[in-house]
């Protein structure tokens, strides 16, 4: 299975793979163009259905793009916003509580898209949605030991982006910008939380980049749970103990944004590199400006959509998830490395989505 692993994609590529480009401007996706002519169109002349979409927060950006993509496929079903609800926790016992709860309001009339808030809270949002006869996706995170068709039919699928290979295009990338030698220095890494999947993956990949540079130093590593503000200080902290750093690498935008501000503050602006991955604003804005060198996005947007529309096939009958292949039920989706090169194109772009297609964007089963 191959993932993209080049510097950067030419535009000319990019649309002929695929990409979430249609064009050098787009019109605001409608609602027809959002969901085509098929048998989704037909199946929102059903009764309405409650769309719960499950993540964090809203306080970061990624977060606020994932739920815009959710808003965008409730309005795709041309339904009120009253049946669109997002839930955001605290905690593992919190995100559980607020599933309960909509599952209360709903019955049965209700599908799920989860970014679980780590791998161990999404058995028992299993247990309790299977249990309540509920479809739900989930994305990111998971246990290696349970899978969706352990809880046939209603778990639709797990997807995710391949970490490993995220991971380890961030680190090539950030290696490779360094002055005044390529390949040459101290890299300190930012974690995220220390229960999820997909941060163990990437970090992964920087520890495979690492050995295909033997002048790379890693001299420490600290998890700083997706936040920029504990970022901050973790960069701070880790500028005080080793001030001849020139590269950091971060699990995510949020934390590369808190480590670009702490880098600042100490006078170090230039002088450090740094990357992060999901492509929030404030991340391209900082690579288009030099401060960043690069990011990946796996299209927060997109993702918050077609959780849900994957869980809505199923419950429609669209799609009989336990007739499908386990390679549809557990599969990566396309990733797309964003550098100085390429940044404007998705500064400029707008969305749209054809929210019918369902596994355009698999490129393989997860490991």
Not at 19 to 48: C, M, Q, R, W, Y
Not at 166 to 194: R, S, W
Not at 313 to 333: C, D, M, N, Q
Request: proline share 5%; charged share 20%.
């Amino acid at each position: 299975m191959s993932h993209p692993s080049s510097p950067s994609i030419s535009r000319r590529n990019f649309l002929e793979k695929g990409g979430i480009f249609a064009g050098a401007v787009l019109a605001a996706p409608t609602f027809g163009s959002l969901l085509g002519n098929s048998d989704a169109v037909e199946a929102a002349g059903h009764k309405p259905v409650y769309l719960g979409t499950s993540i964090r927060s809203l306080a970061n950006p990624y977060g606020t793009q994932w739920n815009q993509g959710g808003e965008l496929f409730n309005t795709a079903l041309h339904q009120s916003s009253k049946y669109y609800e997002v839930l955001t926790f605290p905690d593992d016992a919190g995100q559980v509580n607020t599933v309960q709860s909509l599952i209360s309001k709903a019955g049965k009339d209700v599908v799920f898209n989860f970014d679980p808030n780590d791998a161990p809270v999404v058995k028992p949002l299993a247990d309790a949605l299977s249990q309540a006869g509920v479809y739900f996706a989930t994305q990111w995170n998971k246990p290696d030991n349970i899978h969706p068709w352990d809880y046939d039919p209603y778990w639709v699928c797990h997807i995710t982006d391949d970490g490993l290979a995220t991971g380890y295009d961030t680190a090539t990338q950030l290696f490779q910008a360094l002055k005044p030698q390529a390949g040459v220095g101290k890299v300190f890494a930012i974690n995220g939380l220390l229960g999820d999947t997909i941060g163990r993956e990437r970090s992964r990949g920087l520890k495979k980049a690492l050995k295909e540079f033997p002048h790379m130093e890693l001299v420490g590593s600290q998890p700083a749970n997706w936040d920029r503000q504990v970022a901050y200080s973790v960069t701070q902290t880790a500028l005080t103990a080793h001030p001849d750093i020139n590269a950091i690498w971060s699990a995510n935008d949020d934390m590369a944004i808190g480590a670009l501000k702490a880098i600042s503050a100490a006078g170090k602006t230039g002088k450090i590199a740094i990357v992060g991955t999901d492509a929030i604003p404030e991340a391209l804005a900082a690579i288009r400006d030099g401060h960043m060198v690069a990011t990946v996005a796996s299209d927060a947007m997109w993702q918050g959509g077609m959780g849900l529309s994957l869980a809505y096939h199923a419950y429609t009958g669209v799609i009989k998830p336990a007739s499908l292949p386990r390679s549809k039920r557990e599969w990566y989706f396309k990733y797309f490395l964003i550098t100085r090169k390429n940044v404007q194109e998705w500064i400029n772009h707008k969305p749209n989505y054809n929210w019918n297609d369902l596994f355009g964007r698999d490129t393989g089963r997860i490991r």
